[in-house]
């Protein structure tokens, strides 16, 4: 199988005319292409009058050594790599336990059913509720002011992720391919199968819940255990290695292979590390304000005359700029036609995140705009230093929204003029509870406020209307990643200073989105299942 990339087409083509570029470029007769098939589908939208749609398709001929010699100085063509995933070991008989995941996002999931397909029977631990479940008393918060420590968008089957766009595109180096082993599973669940070839794929929010609960039952049929609102409390080391783990109803679990694939805000669960001696260290992270604009908006900016076009769906952008006192602000986790959702995982405190279904249909358009932050110049001194520092700035931000799960809310036109809103614009909020008009100069560090305002007018440059003053700011965004990387070593996948506990995903520093953590899940469900049958025999 060869493959060809970087084949572009425009926006408006037919299958035939497809056909006929990949014969033009490969300089065959129509006779000699068996089969074609769409490994990749992207555009290219720099000139807004001639999009185009940019391919990598894998062919079959009749002579493939014939057109590799003709082209072997052509790096857009050569053989297909293999994708198909192979398991790197099976579970030896009669083993004396069993592994442990805790937590049930998209590493934990993965990590679980590479270990469940192996044949090692994990036990997964989640401190949340089922999906379904879960997704009620989220709604409970957004829609009643009810929040529940336990089961919110942090905690709970499926992870953060859950309640996201569902992104599914990442910047990591997968050289075993483990990210078409996950897409795979995903499309298996019941994910549309376009996940496979588009450039930016994403699923959105109500699909996953399903997806979930049909990899869940999958698990479970291959021998894998899952328990809901099992917290770890207690991790039993002794001389460096892990001996087992109690939960927080009394009960202990005797294994020394330990998955720890929490999210990105078990902070009880990294001061529960810190206090056994796990070697943990603080990491950057970022902090910042959801903003929201008319989707319509970025759409023209983006796409121009073509913005509604059914082939691209709702646009997208990504924005950095490098500010005068040395602070980077850039644009995280946007999300075309979606919604600002409330993310707080403590009573008292008001943390913001964005979502998106499938359709990306709502009216608004979200993205963070958030500011580089680091321990040695923020909150040094301490490993946990960047969790209380992420704690003071969302107890403020509950404070000022009102005490009442609402967010402190400003138009960006007030924001730059540096005079409080009273009187919502054109753009209106889709962060529920509710927002609270007012002041945001106070609700992050002064850094960070002049870092903001001197960077919106720079965007606004390369999306015209992106300042404009009726778009609005909802405060604040601070799990953006993990504030703290519980160090593990690389080839081996355990903490470098205790044995059989190996860190994974976003929660250990490890990873950031759906893909990459659900990667790493399967990365170090391979160091387990070797490390297992390696003691066995």
Avoid at 69 to 76: A, G, I, L
Avoid at 178 to 191: D, I, M, N, Q, S
Avoid at 414 to 442: C, E
Wanted: include cysteine; proline fraction near 5%; aromatic fraction near 8%.
């Amino acid at each position: 199988m060869l493959r060809i990339t970087e084949l572009k087409l425009p926006l408006e083509h037919s299958e035939t005319e497809l056909i006929d570029a990949i014969i033009k470029r490969l300089a065959i007769r129509p006779a000699d292409l068996i089969s074609h098939s769409i490994f990749r589908q992207g555009y290219d939208a720099r000139k807004k009058t001639a999009i185009l749609v940019v391919y990598t398709v894998d062919v079959q001929v009749t002579d493939e050594q014939a057109v590799l010699v003709k082209f072997t100085d052509d790096r857009y063509i050569c053989l297909a790599p293999d994708h198909h995933y192979r398991h790197v070991a099976h579970a030896p008989q009669n083993l004396p336990e069993r592994p442990v995941v805790i937590g049930l996002g998209p590493c934990g999931l993965f990590a679980g059913l590479i270990l469940a397909e192996m044949g090692f029977n994990p036990i997964i631990l989640e401190r949340g509720k089922a999906v379904r479940e879960r997704t009620q008393d989220t709604f409970g918060l957004w829609r009643k002011s009810v929040f529940n420590a336990e089961s919110n968008v942090q905690f709970g089957e499926g992870g953060a992720g859950t309640f996201s766009d569902g992104k599914l595109y990442t910047r990591i180096t997968d050289p075993k391919h483990h990210g078409r082993k996950v897409l795979t599973e995903f499309v298996k669940a019941g994910a549309p199968e376009e996940i496979l070839w588009l450039s930016k794929p994403h699923i959105g929010t109500f699909r996953l819940v399903s997806m979930v609960e049909r990899m869940r039952a999958n698990i479970e049929a291959l021998g894998g255990e899952i328990r809901f609102q099992s917290r770890v409390d207690q991790l039993e080391i002794c001389n460096g290695q892990i001996e087992g783990l109690m939960l927080a109803n009394g009960e202990q679990i005797r294994t020394r292979h330990v998955v720890l694939a929490v999210g990105h805000s078990a902070r009880d669960t990294f001061n529960m590390l810190y206090e056994n001696g796990v070697y943990v260290e603080a990491k950057p992270f970022s902090v910042g304000f959801r903003i929201e604009h008319p989707q319509s908006l970025i759409d023209r900016c983006q796409y121009g005359d073509y913005a509604g076009h059914p082939l691209l769906g709702a646009a997208d952008y990504k924005l950095v700029h490098h500010c005068q006192n040395g602070r980077s602000v850039y644009s995280f986790c946007m999300c075309p036609g979606g919604t600002v959702v409330a993310a707080t995982s403590e009573a008292g405190h008001v943390v913001t995140n964005g979502m998106s279904q499938y359709s990306r249909n709502e009216r608004n358009a979200n993205s963070a705009i958030v500011v580089g932050i680091t321990p040695e110049q923020d909150y040094p001194g301490h490993p946990l230093a960047g969790i209380a520092y992420q704690r003071q700035w969302e107890a403020l931000a509950y404070q000022l929204g009102g005490g009442n799960y609402n967010a402190p809310g400003q138009l960006v036109g007030d924001f730059l003029a540096q005079q409080p809103s009273t009187a919502w614009g054109s753009v209106q909020p889709s962060y529920t509870p509710g927002v609270q008009l007012g002041d945001l100069s106070t609700a992050l560090p002064d850094y960070a406020i002049a870092a903001i305002r001197e960077a919106l007018p720079v965007f606004d440059k390369k999306i015209k209307g992106f300042a404009m003053h009726d778009a609005l700011l909802t405060g604040v965004e601070t799990r953006t990643s993990s504030p703290l990387r519980i160090k593990r070593d690389e080839v081996s996948c355990q903490s470098i200073n205790t044995r059989g506990l190996y860190p994974a995903g976003e929660g250990a520093g490890y990873a950031g989105g759906i893909l990459s953590a659900a990667v790493d899940g399967i990365k170090v469900a391979e160091a387990v299942a070797l490390a297992m049958c390696h003691a066995n025999g």
